[in-house]
């Protein structure tokens, strides 16, 4: 069953139906949102979506709003408080390489004008390569973290499927067409 089935018949106030409607497969303009996306997308490794959208807003809270300039000044005090945090995935794995990557964010920035801009100057690539460019570039970003964390930004068909009601939409933002 696609994401697309699973979300059409959920009420329109449930979290998966709004992620699903108005933010997966969509572009996302701000770099610190493509960050936050990426954060996400780490997190989600070995757990449920839902889990993830359940925590969604506590994340954003722990990591600053996601903004990039900050969070990749954390120190080992912040560490240690997203360490305690209930209410983030309390995983040293996966804090660090959030750390770790704003500031590789912060590089990129710096060469290419946004971490948008450095994303678009390699697009489009079918999934191996930009799962080999992140894997170089990034902390924690196996294939399907990749996959899921480009589909999701836009940069990747398949976010949704014909016969979707928002694929049309979909579609018309990003010029992805599903195979």
Not at 93 to 109: C, Q
Not at 130 to 143: M, Q
């Amino acid at each position: 069953m696609s994401y697309c089935d699973y979300c059409k018949n959920l009420p329109a106030d449930n979290h998966h139906r709004i992620y699903h409607d108005f933010h997966y497969g969509f572009p996302i303009e701000t770099d610190d949102e493509l960050f936050g996306r990426l954060i996400l997308e780490i997190n989600q490794a070995g757990l449920s979506w839902d889990i993830i959208l359940r925590k969604q807003q506590s994340f954003r809270e722990a990591y600053s709003g996601f903004s990039i300039e900050t969070v990749a000044l954390y120190t080992e005090a912040d560490r240690e408080r997203l360490l305690a945090n209930p209410g983030i995935i309390r995983n040293r794995l996966k804090i660090n390489a959030a750390i770790h990557n704003a500031g590789v964010i912060l590089e990129l920035k710096r060469e290419h004008g946004s971490f948008k801009s450095w994303i678009e100057h390699h697009h489009p690539r079918k999934k191996e390569e930009w799962v080999k460019i992140f894997k170089k570039t990034f902390k924690f970003t196996g294939g399907e973290i990749v996959n899921e964390f480009l589909m999701s930004a836009g940069y990747l068909a398949g976010a949704h499927v014909e016969g979707c009601e928002v694929y049309p939409e979909h579609v018309k933002q990003t010029g992805l067409v599903y195979e």
